[in-house]
């Protein structure tokens, strides 16, 4: 195990199996030094845990439960990018996050909880995992996940 998978193991957390394409696409594509890694949604053991729109009403998903599957997402994420480049320790920079947050026409706080992801970029991947980032509101997402993460990071050959 290399550094970063001793970070993942210092927080508990072990890779899980990638999520299998939900369509015609791949879980991440190496392209020279930056891995492009698809949309990920926040499933567990091949289901998602809850589904549906967030927002602060009753019967929505909460904002922190929301921020936690953005760490999931970021979780999928990595090990995604783990089947393209084998060594985490590879990776110099975690480039981009973009987080899509199925919400609630009211909700504004994409940015909270697209930071669930961010925050475990950064535990896992230390200053390499500070990116630029952007948190989108959408009407739905695929399967009906309330978040989704891609992600663009940046590799050493």
């Known amino acids: 195990m290399g550094v970063v998978e001793d970070r993942l193991a210092a927080l508990g957390l072990t890779l899980p199996e990638v999520v299998p394409p939900l369509a015609a696409y ?8 930056r891995v ?9 053991d091949g ?13 929505l998903v909460s904002p922190e439960r929301a921020k936690e599957l953005a760490a999931v997402c970021a979780l999928n994420a990595i090990a995604a990018v783990k089947t393209v480049v084998d060594d985490l320790d590879r990776v110099e920079r975690v480039v981009k996050v973009t987080g899509f947050v199925a919400s609630d026409p009211s909700f504004t706080g994409q940015p909270g909880v697209v930071n669930g992801a961010s925050e475990l970029f950064g535990a896992v991947f230390g200053d390499a995992g500070v990116h630029a980032r952007s948190a989108v509101g959408v009407a739905a997402l695929p399967l009906g996940a309330p978040v989704e993460v891609e992600v663009i990071v940046h590799v050493r050959d």
């Open 47 to 59: 289901a998602l845990p809850v589904t549906g729109a967030v927002g602060e009403l009753v019967g």
């Open 26 to 33: 791949v879980p991440a594509v190496l392209d020279g030094s």
């Open 36 to 44: 492009y890694v698809s949309g990920q949604v926040p499933m567990v």
